[in-house]
């Protein structure tokens, strides 16, 4: 009997990891290609859930929000592929030292909304495997949640390179790390071609 596979990105988390590796090219990361590389004979994809956050424009950085939206459009275009987006929070920092006040942005609502989804395709009998790409600790308990009422479902945890948690390890049927070799075979080609038409192209600064 083939075995339903459904998979959960929590994308900042997989940025970020790329990001401590310095592995700016493999951003153009086409994530059904990556997640049908997670399967093993006979599972099938059904779904790839992506949770991410529109990012601001940096002084220094004017225009990576384009870049985030190029590559939003571009995942648009794979079947069964579902964007799930949060938001950012502003906060302001104060050094003590000198009086200096600065401003940074929080990420919010991306493990909540990886917990409600997770748990509501449990219950709506979506996979049998889910595999969840995190390495945040705060999604151990949800995972174990799942985990409690429907023991015939596995959660597995893919970590991304450079991320690890002890709970979330703890907490699932099983986990892997993410290697170099799956993201450098799971690249978009330099250009996606949208329904409509329209080519977006790799960003110029993730070659």
Known sequence: MTRRVAVYVDGFNLYYGLRSKRWRRYYWLDLRRLSEQ??????????????????????????KPLRQNTYLEALETLPDLHIHKGYFVAKQQHCAACGTIWQIYEEKT???????????????????????????????????????????????VAFPPGRHSAGLRNAASAFFTIGRDALRDSQF????????????TRPQKWN
């Open 38 to 63: 997670f399967l093993r004979t006979g599972q099938r994809l059904v779904l790839v859930r992506y949770f991410t956050a529109g990012i601001f424009a940096e002084p220094h950085d004017p225009d």
């Open 110 to 156: 991306t493990d909540v909304n990886i917990a409600v989804e997770l748990l509501g395709d449990a219950q709506d009998d979506v996979f049998d495997t889910a595999i969840v790409v995190s390495g945040d600790g705060d999604l151990a308990g949800p995972i174990r949640e799942v985990r409690r009422r429907y023991p015939q479902k596995r959660i597995v």
């Open 189 to 200: 080609p330099p250009q996606v071609t949208k329904a409509d038409g329209y080519v977006l």
